[in-house]
């Protein structure tokens, strides 16, 4: 019943952009906190960049700092991912996770996840 789709991956050299977009249904989208988890090949799956119910609280891994900004729109259902200065280091699967009591930061147990998409950055 539960679904959040993940968008908007693909290939790119370094230095540049993408925008990944994660739309949910099945759920009450404003009663949940949302994230974005990167897992590079051969690694675990780590949270990348969270936000709060009402989008004012933002949490970022370290790595992601300064060139990443995750947004909502609660009318829409949708919480997007905007990357940019792309380096070979951020290739990998990305996933959409939902959960009601994270209240905006990553780390903890999520409830639900997205099937993932593949980000892949080129030299």
């Known amino acids: 019943q539960v679904q959040l789709v993940e968008s908007g991956g693909g290939s790119v050299q370094v230095g540049g952009s993408l925008r990944l977009s994660c739309t949910a249904s099945?759920?009450?989208?404003?009663?949940?906190?949302m994230g974005w988890f990167r897992q590079p090949p051969g690694k675990e799956r780590d949270g990348f960049a969270c936000?709060?119910?009402?989008?004012?609280?933002?949490w970022y891994e370290h790595s992601a700092r300064g060139r990443v900004t995750i947004s909502r729109d609660n009318a829409k259902n949708t919480m997007y991912l905007q990357m940019n200065n792309l380096k070979p280091e951020d290739t990998g699967m990305y996933y959409c996770?939902?959960?009601?009591?994270?209240?905006?930061?990553?780390?903890?147990?999520?409830?639900?996840w997205g099937q993932g998409i593949q980000v892949t950055v080129s030299s």
């Open positions: 936000i709060s119910t009402d989008g004012l609280k933002t």
């Open positions: 996770g939902a959960d009601r009591l994270r209240a905006g930061v990553c780390p903890g147990t999520w409830g639900y």
């Open positions: 099945g759920l009450t989208f404003d009663d949940y906190s």
